[in-house]
């Protein structure tokens, strides 16, 4: 058997069709693609952190459970008693698990641009994932082509990126409760960018029985621990406990994680400087009459360079020592656009620098 006949045999064909989730190279470079906190920790908390992690028993296996860090994320989102938490190697590995608990076949749907992780897996498992365009102005939920959408394909699980991934925005609140009280399945909202925005459904949890809340601290601040973790209904989480893998939270992400969010007064000070930072850069932006920069409420900003000039500028700006997101090749709304993490002040002069460069270029 010749090597490719080997390949074909062995891996499914939905794996063979897709292409490899790819990051970019960053070294040398400013680094403000993927939406990562810029700030570090205060030394003295850094030394605290390093005492405990002393004690860390390595040679042991972590806590199945993660029974002390899932009950500081209770206390931290003000989870009722009557919900349950799980925890994931990162939230890719939470929307794995809920993908992987579907019936064969099932449909996923979420709005289109979202996070790729959604289709990216859906893709790797076989199962149908329906993309319902955004609007075009001010990329709002397309309300009726949603509920369109889940009639035609009576859709197991809804994503909803509450702020959206690219987009940066909050969508419609009324929209939202009018799709999951429509559902069939399970809608889950994704608040990775919680930290940023003034919004979440945690406190709606008791309302409907449909919906689950994912969150991550990679955003917050912990993006190098791989923590996200789900809040439901116990019958919920229970399900998806039977495919969750052993131990899959480590020891020193347990520790690190439950230590970090108990001294969270730092983060919020970060959070608030970024937001800070963000209006900013936005108001920088839609300075350059060439720009269109959107509202932002995460920690990064959208925005539509002239016609067919995305490419250039982008790697304009990279030359310069800048790593932003080029977002055109993904078409749709996101044709001319490129993306932009909210960086430290000298970070962020840095990107408007080049850009300005880049735009005397054109």
Same mark, same amino acid.
């Given at each position: 058997?010749?090597?490719?006949?080997?390949?074909?045999?062995?891996?499914?064909?939905?794996?063979?069709?897709?292409?490899?989730?790819?990051?970019?190279?960053?070294?040398?470079?400013?680094?403000?693609?993927?939406?990562?906190?810029?700030?570090?920790?205060?030394?003295?908390?850094?030394?605290?952190?390093?005492?405990?992690?002393?004690?860390?028993?390595?040679?042991?296996?972590?806590?199945?459970?993660?029974?002390?860090?899932?009950?500081?994320?209770?206390?931290?989102?003000?989870?009722?008693?009557?919900?349950?938490?799980?925890?994931?190697?990162?939230?890719?590995?939470? +929307?794995?698990?809920?993908?992987?608990?579907?019936?064969?076949?099932?449909?996923?749907?979420?709005?289109?641009?979202? #996070?790729?992780?959604?289709?990216?897996?859906?893709?790797?498992?076989?199962?149908?994932?329906?993309?319902?365009?955004?609007?075009?102005?001010?990329?709002?939920?397309?309300?009726?082509?949603?509920?369109?959408?889940?009639?035609?394909?009576?859709?197991?699980?809804?994503?909803?990126?509450?702020?959206?991934?690219?987009?940066?925005?909050?969508?419609?609140?009324?929209?939202?409760?009018?799709?999951?009280?429509?559902?069939?399945?399970?809608?889950? +909202?994704?608040?990775?960018?919680?930290?940023?925005?003034?919004?979440?459904?945690?406190?709606?949890?008791?309302?409907?029985?449909?919906?689950?809340?994912?969150?991550?601290?990679?955003?917050?601040?912990?993006?190098?621990?791989?923590?996200?973790?789900?809040?439901?209904?116990?019958?919920?989480?229970?399900?998806?406990?039977?495919?969750?893998?052993?131990?899959?939270?480590?020891?020193?992400?347990?520790?690190?994680?439950?230590?970090?969010?108990?001294?969270?007064? #730092?983060?919020?000070?970060?959070?608030?400087? +970024?937001?800070?930072?963000?209006?900013?850069?936005?108001?920088?932006?839609?300075?350059?009459?060439?720009?269109?920069?959107?509202?932002?409420?995460?920690?990064?900003?959208? #925005?539509?360079?002239?016609?067919?000039?995305?490419?250039?500028?982008?790697?304009?700006?990279?030359?310069?020592?800048?790593?932003?997101?080029?977002?055109?090749?993904?078409?749709?709304?996101?044709?001319?656009?490129?993306?932009?993490?909210?960086?430290?002040?000298?970070?962020?002069?840095? #990107?408007?620098?080049?850009?300005?460069?880049?735009?005397?270029?054109?």
């Amino acid at each position: 058997m010749t090597q490719s006949n080997l390949i074909s045999h062995v891996i499914r064909k939905e794996v063979l069709a897709m292409s490899a989730y790819k990051v970019a190279d960053a070294t040398g470079l400013i680094k403000l693609d993927a939406m990562e906190n810029p700030y570090s920790w205060p030394e003295s908390i850094k030394a605290e952190w390093l005492a405990i992690l002393k004690e860390c028993p390595l040679n042991r296996y972590p806590d199945p459970d993660a029974k002390t860090l899932t009950q500081t994320l209770k206390q931290l989102t003000h989870l009722p008693d009557q919900f349950e938490i799980l925890l994931g190697n990162g939230s890719d590995e939470i +929307i794995q698990l809920l993908l992987m608990a579907l019936p064969e076949a099932s449909a996923v749907l979420a709005p289109a641009p979202g #996070f790729v992780m959604y289709k990216q897996i859906s893709d790797s498992l076989g199962l149908k994932y329906i993309g319902v365009p955004l609007l075009t102005e001010g990329f709002d939920l397309d309300l009726p082509a949603m509920l369109l959408a889940i009639e035609q394909h009576r859709p197991h699980v809804i994503f909803l990126a509450y702020p959206n991934n690219p987009t940066a925005n909050l969508f419609n609140e009324n929209a939202i409760v009018e799709i999951i009280k429509t559902a069939p399945g399970l809608v889950v +909202i994704d608040e990775a960018y919680a930290p940023f925005a003034s919004a979440s459904f945690v406190d709606q949890l008791g309302h409907y029985d449909n919906i689950l809340v994912m969150r991550t601290v990679s955003k917050l601040g912990l993006a190098g621990l791989r923590l996200g973790y789900l809040m439901g209904r116990p019958d919920i989480i229970e399900q998806l406990n039977k495919i969750r893998l052993p131990y899959n939270i480590n020891s020193l992400t347990q520790v690190s994680a439950d230590f970090a969010l108990s001294n969270k007064s #730092f983060f919020d000070e970060q959070t608030q400087a +970024i937001c800070q930072e963000r209006t900013l850069v936005s108001k920088a932006l839609n300075e350059f009459k060439e720009i269109i920069a959107y509202p932002s409420a995460a920690n990064f900003i959208l #925005f539509k360079t002239p016609e067919g000039k995305a490419t250039d500028i982008f790697l304009s700006i990279k030359n310069q020592g800048v790593l932003i997101k080029n977002m055109t090749s993904q078409g749709g709304v996101l044709t001319d656009c490129l993306r932009v993490t909210i960086g430290k002040p000298e970070e962020n002069k840095a #990107f408007l620098d080049a850009l300005q460069n880049s735009l005397k270029e054109l």
